[in-house]
């Protein structure tokens, strides 16, 4: 198992900007990659950013050139941090982390709300 516990949210005005900290726990060696998801209301959740293993990551177009996806091994560790914020990112952020199996298996933290006022 494994236990996500997601921080930082909050309410900013728009241009403004938050970091998101998620901390892993648990058996954190079979996980692949972390990420972010959002789902605002009435909407599907959406990915935001992922990063594996190995480093690489992965951004939905909405946010690329904002927001920034990195990770502290040593802290087990993963952030968002989140810049040029607008109204449109208002959403419950959830950390995610996924092991790649057949079928994969994912794990969710209990979700951050983010604010973003006009």
């Known amino acids: 198992q494994v236990q996500l516990v997601e921080s930082g949210g909050g309410l900013v005005q728009a241009g403004g900007s938050l970091r998101l900290s998620c901390a892993a726990s648990?058996?954190?060696?079979?996980?692949?990659?972390l990420g972010w998801y959002r789902q605002a209301p009435g909407k599907q959740r959406e990915l935001v950013a992922s990063?594996?293993?190995?480093?690489?990551?992965n951004y939905a177009n909405s946010v690329k050139g904002r927001f920034t996806i990195s990770r502290d091994n040593a802290k087990n560790t993963v952030y968002l941090q989140m810049n040029s914020l607008k109204p449109e990112d208002t959403a419950v952020y959830y950390c995610?982390?996924?092991?790649?199996?057949?079928?994969?298996?994912?794990?969710w933290g209990q979700g951050t709300q983010v604010t973003v006022s006009s």
């Open positions: 995610n982390a996924v092991r790649w199996d057949w079928p994969s298996v994912n794990y």
């Open positions: 990063i594996t293993s190995g480093g690489s990551t």
């Open positions: 648990g058996s954190i060696f079979r996980i692949n990659a």
